[in-house]
């Protein structure tokens, strides 16, 4: 019932996730959400976020932010950052996701999403057929819309942590500490 929303990997931040073992096991591509998944709500990058996509970069995985945003806060978070962008994308509606994926010139299956919202991002990804990681959002919501879904996210992961096929789908992803 639940599975549509569920991720196939659920991290603690995007820099605890071993990109290079992504690359290993054949994705070329990973899209960002931008919002509480990089950067707090509204933020500008900051040095630890340009230097992880570039490193991403390097490791040779092309990048590419889907973002409800619009054109001005997007352009923004990437003025130190060369890599490709979609605006106003509606996420979960699928088009944002197929301009994603024609933009990166990449297969779906060598591409992996990665964003902070079920209801939005993982479910959008889910819905495309793209495989994706959940990453705890960077933030606290306590009302409003956006506490209402933080609220029944919740809700969703408890089932989703006890569903055991559905977790870990895409292997050992995470950084080891040393």
Do not use: W
Not at 80 to 91: E, G, Q
């Amino acid at each position: 019932m639940f599975k549509v929303f569920y991720p196939f990997e659920y991290v603690e931040s995007v820099f605890t996730i071993d990109y290079e073992k992504l690359y290993k096991k054949g994705y070329r591509g990973i899209i960002f959400d931008i919002d509480n998944t990089l950067v707090p709500h509204g933020d500008d990058s900051t040095k630890e976020t340009d230097e992880l996509l570039t490193k991403i970069q390097g490791i040779g995985l092309r990048t590419l932010l889907l973002s409800n945003n619009d054109e001005e806060r997007v352009t923004r978070f990437l003025k130190n950052i060369n890599s490709l962008y979609v605006c106003d994308a509606d996420k979960p509606k699928p088009d944002g996701f197929y301009k994603a994926l024609e933009m990166l010139n990449i297969e779906k299956d060598k591409v992996v999403y990665i964003g902070d919202q079920i209801f939005t991002d993982i479910y959008g990804a889910n819905k495309c057929g793209i495989d994706n990681i959940l990453v705890k959002y960077i933030g606290y919501y306590d009302g409003g819309k956006i506490g209402i879904k933080r609220n029944l996210e919740k809700i969703v992961l408890k089932f989703y942590a006890i569903n055991k096929a559905c977790k870990n789908r895409l292997g050992d992803i995470s950084i080891k500490e040393r």
